[in-house]
């Protein structure tokens, strides 16, 4: 027996002889502060969203602060990276296991302290270190936060407006993050944007200690430890993978030898998951249609994403000369138009077509904004070229994002509501992974076969090696735009057809298994 929620998502894959109740769980939180909880979770969540970028262009100030080198410089990154994407599954089952609340308030503090620790470094190893714990810590805020948007708003209206903010904050929060870093880079100092995060975390941890209630779980199940132990290694491997392909070429042992040893690690914990009584991802979580769908198109623009956030990036401050702050100010209309897309998908579109009509068109309209940003030269300026394709890239991601993240936690009952949202959070992260990777070695090796078929000198021009850049730019964006292309198609075939199904009463139809 299967049927559809209100935000269209089947859940016929349930546990057999659990009773589900789509969009009724009992509330955490006492319904007349679900608002104030919903502007808690926010800021939590864009503290952990802004750190993927807000650090990034703060780079060379740090670097000459510290004294490290250009090879070491990718760490200040992939530290972060590593310990996020490969413990976000452990965070959002400590979630369900512990509570909410307090692995929530545990992320904060966490993260503030580690943000701190990076902030007042005196050395690379100390910074390397607090970036390392600060994704340890946003491996369970993140998870946690999601989870608590999902069981704290069960109407079927008032929930889409939260995952509209929700899911405008996850989209945006990448140019926030360059906007906040150019700003305090330029006018403080490379430290505060790290330290900018403890005034988040103080504010996230007053209101989450005077709003969330602890949730926690009466009868509270083992912790699966193997599986724990082989998804963490699998994706730290795969994560780590990826990202020694900046340094190294795809032909090393440390770029493809961890790539498979993640996958193999990854698929034994996929088969391990079917064969323990207590799974730390359940596959009925995965299995679901339209929640499927959603992961993958959650992957997919998490790749295509950075080909905009970063590439987008290079070319206004290297090609344009545009200094850290105008960069950040660039991107403010791409931010505004996925925030008018996000409210208008999540409380107009999604609750009456589905999400099979909107994520294929959000997907197409990245793909044209990419492609259409392949357009940029030396000569081009910022309202007639550039703004144009940021606006339709805006307007595309704020329909699919907090779309698929309402779909892929919808229907998901509240004992695996934390495991669920982590998985969210992974495919996001992974997929960055592998964009910030595979994007960064196409844009070189285009870089260096443009300069060597066209330099006539050696050291090549200025001019020769400024065009091999917007060349190096152009197939990062041709590769986001095939990227996003893809996912278009697989939105359109994987996801459900039909408006979602409301009971007499015009909420969400309760399905019992």
Excluded: C
């Excluded at 929620?5 to 016929?12: M, Q, W």
């Excluded at 503290?47 to 780079?59: E, F, Y």
């Excluded at 965070?91 to 545990?106: E, H, P, S, W």
């Excluded at 008032?158 to 906007?179: D, P």
Aim: hydrophobic share 50%.
């Amino acid at each position: 027996m299967s049927t559809q929620s209100a935000s269209g998502v089947n859940v016929g894959d349930s546990a057999p002889g659990r009773p589900v109740a789509l969009d009724k769980q009992a509330p955490e939180e006492h319904p007349s502060h679900r608002w104030w909880i919903l502007t808690v979770i926010a800021i939590a969540q864009l503290m952990v969203v802004l750190d993927a970028t807000v650090v990034n262009i703060a780079l060379p100030s740090a670097q000459e602060a510290l004294g490290f080198s250009d090879g070491n410089r990718q760490w200040i990154v992939t530290a972060y990276s590593l310990a996020f994407g490969s413990l976000l599954l452990l965070g959002g089952r400590l979630a369900d296991l512990i509570g909410r609340k307090v692995v929530f308030l545990t992320g904060v503090v966490g993260f503030a302290v580690a943000s701190a620790l990076a902030g007042a470094a005196p050395n690379f190893g100390i910074l390397v270190s607090g970036r390392a714990l600060q994704g340890l810590f946003a491996a369970m805020l993140a998870p946690a936060a999601l989870s608590l948007l999902n069981t704290t708003f069960t109407d079927a209206k008032e929930r889409a407006k939260a995952f509209g903010i929700y899911g405008a904050i996850a989209g945006a929060g990448g140019g926030i993050g360059l906007l906040l870093g150019g700003v305090l880079t330029e006018h403080l100092s490379w430290r505060w944007t790290l330290y900018v995060n403890l005034i988040f975390a103080v504010i996230a941890f007053l209101g989450g200690m005077a709003l969330l209630r602890k949730g926690a779980p009466a009868d509270r199940p083992r912790l699966d430890v193997p599986g724990t132990i082989l998804v963490t290694a699998g994706l730290f491997s795969i994560v780590y993978g990826f990202s020694n392909a900046d340094s190294h070429h795809w032909g090393s042992p440390l770029t493809w030898g961890f790539l498979v040893l993640g996958v193999v690690l990854v698929a034994a914990f996929g088969w391990s998951q079917a064969r323990v009584a207590h799974p730390l991802l359940p596959l009925r979580v995965l299995l679901d249609r339209n929640r499927g769908a959603s992961f993958a198109i959650l992957g997919i623009s998490g790749i295509g994403m950075f080909g905009v956030f970063l590439f987008l990036t290079y070319y206004l401050q290297l090609s344009l000369s545009y200094n850290p702050v105008k960069t950040g100010l660039a991107f403010l209309p791409m931010i505004g138009a996925l925030m008018v897309a996000a409210q208008l998908a999540t409380n107009n579109l999604l609750p009456k077509f589905g999400p099979r009509p909107i994520v294929p068109v959000g997907m197409a309209l990245a793909a044209v904004g990419m492609a259409w940003l392949t357009r940029l030269d030396l000569g081009s300026s910022y309202a007639p070229d550039v703004l144009p394709p940021l606006v339709v890239i805006g307007f595309g991601l704020g329909l699919v994002m907090p779309t698929v993240m309402s779909v892929a936690t919808a229907g998901v009952h509240a004992d695996d509501a934390g495991v669920a949202s982590a998985a969210v959070n992974t495919l996001q992260q992974v997929g960055g992974s592998i964009g910030t990777a595979l994007l960064n070695t196409l844009a070189a090796s285009a870089a260096t076969s443009y300069i060597t078929h066209h330099a006539t000198s050696n050291p090549p021009a200025k001019l020769v090696v400024a065009h091999a850049q917007l060349h190096s730019y152009a197939t990062a964006y041709w590769w986001s735009a095939a990227f996003f292309a893809v996912g278009t198609v697989l939105a359109a075939v994987m996801f459900r057809s039909g408006r979602p199904e409301l009971s007499g009463e015009g909420e969400p139809q309760a399905v019992h298994m």
